[in-house]
């Protein structure tokens, strides 16, 4: 029986997820994300598949975040009309980001397709539709965490909860039968124990290949401790001193909720009373409620505390909800006591780039980075030190106070990563994928030198190299 893993997104790099798994004649994708970060790299979007999308058999989808789902649609649009398995909370909150990444893509192209118009060019077509994505949600399978499920023929999976936002899980595969059965891992992308509303990410004992993310491989986070304090500092400060707005770029899924959360457990001893709470973001909103709604998936903390405040919603206590643009544009009319939560998490779309661009120029206001900010986008940039960012073709100076609190991240962190991988039981061979160089060639030095590690056989995984598995636990390459 031939098995083979090839790697075609989410190579050296954090965006893009794709893995094709093939059995015999039978094709199975691991995710299918959109390539995010600077205009050169969502270009990429635009190649043609390196397979014939006709020909999978089926997907299985770890999350919900677009850099892993957002390429769903136009894999239906190009011709796959299969099944796309995974956690039913995530096809929940598929439901409203595929079709929110359309509507983007239909409102960008119709910007470019003005300008085009006046140098009389041909109108380009978006990447997908709307109704792209709702087809492809329709071929949406929702599983529990726990159920073994036949995919294609010879392979069986598993989701487990991986602790990252709402729904997302680790893969558990079973390739083949009898003795010569092969078991791979993916893990995914991997959070952190400890962290508020979702549980710990689940360990695992038995691999012949662990294929695992290393977002972080090459550092450390600080700790929940370090930085609830960080916060509650940065709040003091700015009431105190500063006397301006502070704004919170985030990811509508996973640190939007986490960041309500948070404000509604420090109410009191961060003093927030005296501010004023907003989530502009409808699609974040729109994902709260699916967290909401998806209340037995919790950690212990967060269901014992709703138990004891029955009625008082920790998600939906101190926050008001902003929905239409002109309340959002509102917004940008206060000067001070507003913490404005808003997406994109990167600063390269969405709402938080009108509120940048009325307050990153005011030294009396701060801006929280508070999740990953891949190579080529703006909230790079801003982690970076750039003295100025361009907004709606406008010039911004940097004057707010800029925090970066790292200790808010939904990935595992070296020790994390390294914990999790040393679980496995004689220590299988190890690819990392969904890494830039740097982290990946950190971690694999420890894992290398680690007297506690010691895998059978370590790779970072390229784009298009692929993988014999029969030959497990050997890494054997064979051409593309």
């Not at 039968?177 to 979702?198: C, H, N, T, W, Y």
């Not at 307050?359 to 190579?375: F, K, M, S, T």
Request: hydrophobic residues 40%; negative net charge.
């Amino acid at each position: 029986m031939r098995m083979t893993l090839q790697f075609l997104g989410a190579t050296e790099e954090v965006t893009g997820s794709c893995h094709l798994l093939s059995v015999d004649h039978e094709h199975l994708l691991l995710d299918c994300g959109l390539i995010q970060g600077g205009k050169a790299d969502e270009l990429r979007n635009h190649d043609p598949f390196a397979f014939d999308p006709e020909s999978i058999s089926a997907v299985v989808l770890s999350h919900a975040h677009i850099d892993h789902s957002g390429r769903l649609p136009l894999l239906v649009k190009a011709g796959f009309d299969g099944p796309i398995y995974t956690h039913k909370a995530t096809a929940e909150l598929c439901a409203i980001m595929l079709k929110d990444a359309a509507m983007l893509q239909t409102r960008d192209t119709e910007r470019v397709n003005k300008k085009r118009a006046k140098h009389d060019l041909e109108p380009l077509e978006p990447l997908f539709t709307v109704e792209d994505a709702e087809q492809a949600i329709t071929q949406f399978v929702p599983l529990e965490y726990g159920q073994v499920t036949r995919v294609i023929p010879h392979v069986d999976i598993c989701l487990s909860d991986a602790g990252h936002i709402l729904g997302s899980a680790l893969v558990e595969l079973w390739l083949g039968e009898g003795k010569s059965q092969k078991k791979v891992v993916f893990s995914g992308d991997l959070g952190r124990a400890g962290m508020p509303i979702l549980r710990n990410p689940t360990l695992v004992d038995t691999a012949d290949l662990v294929l695992m993310e290393s977002t972080y491989g090459n550092r450390f986070h600080r700790s929940w401790t370090e930085t609830l304090a960080e916060l509650k500092d940065i709040f003091a400060k700015t009431v105190n001193e500063s006397q301006g707005n502070i704004l919170l770029p985030a990811f509508s899924v996973g640190r939007a909720q986490e960041l309500l959360y948070l404000f509604h457990l420090y109410a009191k001893e961060w003093d927030l009373g005296r501010w004023k709470i907003c989530l502009d973001s409808p699609m974040a909103i729109e994902a709260t409620r699916v967290y909401v709604n998806n209340y037995p998936l919790m950690d212990e903390d967060f269901k014992r505390f709703t138990r004891q405040h029955p009625g008082q919603h920790p998600l939906l206590s101190n926050v008001e909800f902003i929905q239409t643009t002109e309340e959002s544009m509102a917004l940008n009319e206060v000067h001070k006591g507003l913490i404005i939560i808003a997406g994109s998490g990167m600063c390269n779309g969405g709402r938080i780039r009108s509120h940048l661009e009325h307050n990153l120029w005011r030294p009396e206001c701060d801006v929280i980075i508070c999740g990953y900010q891949a190579l080529g986008t703006p909230g790079r940039a801003l982690v970076d030190g750039v003295g100025e960012l361009t907004i709606h073709g406008n010039s911004i100076k940097v004057a707010a106070k800029l925090h970066t609190v790292g200790g808010l991240s939904a990935h595992a962190d070296q020790a994390e990563l390294l914990r999790w991988y040393r679980h496995f039981e004689g220590q299988p061979p190890l690819i990392l994928v969904h890494g830039e160089p740097d982290a990946q060639h950190g971690l694999v030095d420890v894992v290398n030198q680690d007297p506690n590690t010691k895998p059978q056989a370590t790779a970072i995984a390229t784009h298009g190299d692929r993988l014999d598995l029969t030959a497990l636990p050997q890494l054997v390459w064979k051409p593309a």
